[in-house]
């Protein structure tokens, strides 16, 4: 989840992804204002961690409900998915997977 306030009028704006570790993330919300403060309480409640990046959340906004990332901000949204990993104190799958292939 990325959030983050928008150059215009101070609007926050917040854009939920899921990862599934099989293709490239999917947006599964997203939303301006009061929507985007909804989003990102309900996201913490279900103890999703939230990252707070202005670029970003503006970039994913302008992508459509169940749209995969694009190429191009595919490092900004790694850096965001190593940042929760970090923070849960896991390791992704994928990862863990490819190790025990070495």
Same mark, same amino acid.
């Given at each position: 989840?990325?959030?983050?306030?928008?150059?215009?009028?101070?609007?926050?704006?917040?854009?939920?992804?899921?990862?599934?570790?099989?293709?490239?993330?999917?947006?599964?919300?997203?939303?301006?204002? &009061?929507?985007?403060?909804?989003?990102? &309480?309900? &996201?913490?409640?279900?103890?999703?961690?939230?990252?707070?990046?202005?670029?970003? &959340?503006?970039?994913?906004?302008?992508?459509?409900?169940?749209?995969?990332?694009?190429?191009?901000?595919?490092?900004?949204?790694?850096?965001?998915?190593?940042?929760?990993?970090?923070?849960?104190?896991?390791?992704?799958?994928?990862?863990?997977?490819?190790?025990?292939?070495?």
């Amino acid at each position: 989840m990325s959030r983050g306030q928008s150059a215009d009028v101070g609007e926050k704006k917040a854009v939920a992804l899921l990862y599934e570790q099989v293709r490239a993330p999917i947006v599964t919300a997203k939303g301006r204002g &009061a929507f985007a403060e909804e989003i990102i &309480a309900t &996201a913490k409640r279900h103890g999703v961690h939230v990252a707070e990046d202005p670029v970003l &959340a503006e970039t994913l906004s302008y992508l459509q409900l169940n749209e995969e990332i694009p190429e191009d901000v595919y490092v900004a949204v790694a850096t965001v998915l190593s940042w929760a990993y970090w923070v849960k104190g896991e390791i992704p799958q994928v990862i863990t997977e490819r190790g025990a292939d070495l």
